[in-house]
């Protein structure tokens, strides 16, 4: 079993940025794809960004140039750099590694308001 932990949440104002990491325990972390979510109250969770174990990014539209996803599979952690935060953005934040049926972080929250 992987464990996963967040951190690097919190309260934000709109333009500005957070880092979030996710730390997973195991020796196997490379070789899952590694992805962030996020859920908003009220609506269904969405795929945020992801990144294969070479490192091929994916993201949604409405963070596509704002939010990088990054992985140090030495270290076997994750990242999302989230800059230019909008309101929009506010949500519970959680780490997945390995699919929708694979590992879950806890979720971190992330509120973007001034």
């Known amino acids: 079993q992987v464990q996963l932990v967040e951190s690097g949440g919190g309260l934000v104002q709109p333009g500005g940025s957070l880092r979030l990491s996710c730390a997973a325990s195991?020796?196997?972390?490379?070789?899952?794809?590694m992805a962030w979510y996020r859920q908003a109250p009220g609506k269904q969770r969405e795929l945020v960004a992801d990144?294969?174990?070479?490192?091929?990014?994916n993201y949604a539209d409405s963070v596509k140039g704002r939010f990088t996803i990054s992985r140090d599979n030495a270290k076997n952690t994750g990242y999302l750099q989230m800059n230019s935060l909008k309101p929009e953005d506010t949500a519970v934040y959680s780490c997945?590694?390995?699919?929708?049926?694979?590992?879950w972080g806890q979720g971190t929250q992330v509120t973007v308001s001034s």
């Open positions: 997945n590694l390995g699919g929708l049926h694979g590992y």
């Open positions: 195991g020796r196997r972390f490379s070789i899952y794809v």
């Open positions: 990144i294969t174990t070479i490192g091929m990014t």
